[in-house]
């Protein structure tokens, strides 16, 4: 929540001591920077932070660094990252559980887990929770998503692993 007064568009000192009282406590150190906006970019930010509920400018512009850096991570393409892919598809069309499931044994290594909600008597929603390296992920969902059948595929990556369940024995190449 941003609050503004008649006479400033920043938030009051007041109001920042109250937000911050009430906020939850936060985990390792913070760094503080300061950062130049045109007056346009910072109305749009303070729109944004109020419209997504942010309790400050800074916790909406850490969110937005954070999504970029992710992104960034992803597209370099050396990082283990962690994500989910999201598929809705009709669960009617013959034979397309049977090749998800068999995708997701050939891909043993980065399916950690699945789970698939009936939507109605023909749509399904699964949500696949996923590890390894970006690259290897987008070509996992992408092999679901063309499977006959499936409606909508989305992939969603965090710059985080998640610990190895297991310790698998390594191929002999």
Do not use: C, N, W
Not at 23 to 28: F, I, L, N
């Amino acid at each position: 929540m941003v609050v503004r007064t008649s006479r400033s568009k920043r938030t009051s000192i007041a109001a920042r001591r109250r937000l911050q009282s009430s906020a939850p406590a936060k985990r390792g150190s913070v760094s503080r920077i300061t950062i130049s906006l045109p007056e346009e970019l910072l109305s749009d930010l303070d729109t944004v932070v109020a419209q997504r509920g942010f309790l400050s400018r800074s916790q909406a512009v850490a969110d937005f660094v954070h999504r970029a850096l992710v992104e960034i991570k992803s597209d370099a393409g050396e990082d283990v990252m962690v994500g989910t892919i999201t598929l809705f598809y009709d669960h009617t069309v013959g034979g397309l559980q049977q090749r998800l499931a068999d995708l997701q044994r050939r891909y043993i290594d980065e399916v950690i887990s699945s789970l698939h909600v009936h939507l109605t008597g023909e749509k399904t929603l699964e949500v696949i929770l996923v590890q390894g390296p970006a690259p290897k992920l987008r070509a996992v969902a992408g092999e679901m998503g063309k499977l006959r059948g499936v409606i909508s595929e989305h992939l969603q990556l965090a710059a985080a692993i998640i610990p190895q369940l297991h310790p698998l024995p390594v191929k002999a190449r």
